[in-house]
């Protein structure tokens, strides 16, 4: 399984774009793995995680479009994760010819309310280009889905009080990947489930928008709290010392642009991410 992390931040971004904090000023004279875009990743070159409204940049850094893309996951519908406005570009009359005839978008009942509404409140021109165009699938806590090789079993996020936002075991070839952002620390019930099936993670990947710090704000975590998180995996046989635990999802807040945050890491055993980066599994 191949995992790229197009982009690595939280939803304001690093340089955040009005800041003109220490961090950011830091993170812009640097440049490199210090500029970090909206979360978001991309398996085997055919299923994506979240769509914002940076994706169009993030594969511009690929060199191409998004057009032979046909299925996307959401977590949640906050604008750095899910803009839906990118998904009318997919209507006949802005997308000529696609070589994946059909988006198909895989989200909770919640977000997939939110994109119905949406696309009522579009003209009748506008809903009548995107018939074909467009394939909507809700997902259910707990219940894995088989997407395009994938298989992919949501788990409840901490996260979007207001929606079922959603994080992720995703598994193919016998490797698996549990993408845990965004959220704050999660249910222990999710431990009893992937341990109870028998599930072995390969790669944790968890929030890290604090960074190192434990700042109360329950929605996201620090690397504390990811730490155990991890811990909490290994004592129930979920990971294991060929596991690799990264950090990802990262804010100008925490105070540390990239290198300092991957020195830092290290200190709970885990590695960072950065934006363009590749794990094989």
């Known amino acids: 399984m191949k995992i790229q992390y197009l982009g690595t931040a939280a939803a304001e ?3 955040a774009i009005f ?3 220490p961090t950011c000023q830091k993170a812009l004279k640097l440049g490199g793995k210090n500029v970090m875009t909206h979360s978001q990743v991309l398996l085997d070159d055919t299923l994506l995680v979240d769509l914002s409204c940076d994706t169009w940049h993030h594969f511009l850094a690929l060199g191409k479009t998004v057009e032979a893309i046909g299925h996307v996951l959401i977590t949640h519908s906050h604008y750095d994760h899910f803009s839906l406005d990118e ?3 997919r209507s006949t009359g802005m997308a000529k ?3 994946a005839k059909t988006l198909n978008v895989y989200a909770s009942a919640d977000v997939i309310q939110k994109i119905k509404e949406r696309l009522a ?3 009748a021109k506008k809903q009548l280009q995107m018939v074909g165009r467009l394939t909507l699938h809700t997902l259910e806590y707990y219940v894995p889905s088989e997407i395009c090789g994938f298989t992919v079993t949501p ?3 901490t996260h979007a009080g207001d929606e079922n936002a959603m994080i992720f075991l995703i598994e193919k070839d016998g490797k698996a990947m549990f993408y845990g952002n965004d959220t704050g620390v999660f249910t222990t019930e ?3 489930y992937l341990a109870t099936n028998g599930k072995h993670v390969d790669l944790l990947s968890l929030d890290c928008t604090k960074g190192n710090q434990p700042f109360l704000y329950n929605h996201h975590m620090c690397m504390a709290e990811g730490r155990k998180i991890a811990d909490r995996f290994f004592k129930k046989g979920i990971l294991d010392q060929s596991s690799l635990l990264y950090y990802t999802h990262f804010s100008h807040n925490c105070g540390n642009v990239h290198d300092e945050l991957a020195e830092i890491a290290k200190q709970y055993g885990f590695s960072i991410t ?3 980066f590749i794990i094989e599994l």
């Open 13 to 15: 971004r690093i340089p």
């Open 19 to 21: 800041c003109n904090c």
């Open 87 to 89: 998904l009318l570009f």
């Open 97 to 99: 010819d696609p070589s």
């Open 121 to 123: 409140a579009s003209s």
């Open 155 to 157: 788990f409840p996020a």
């Open 190 to 192: 999710i431990d009893d």
């Open 274 to 276: 950065h934006d363009g």
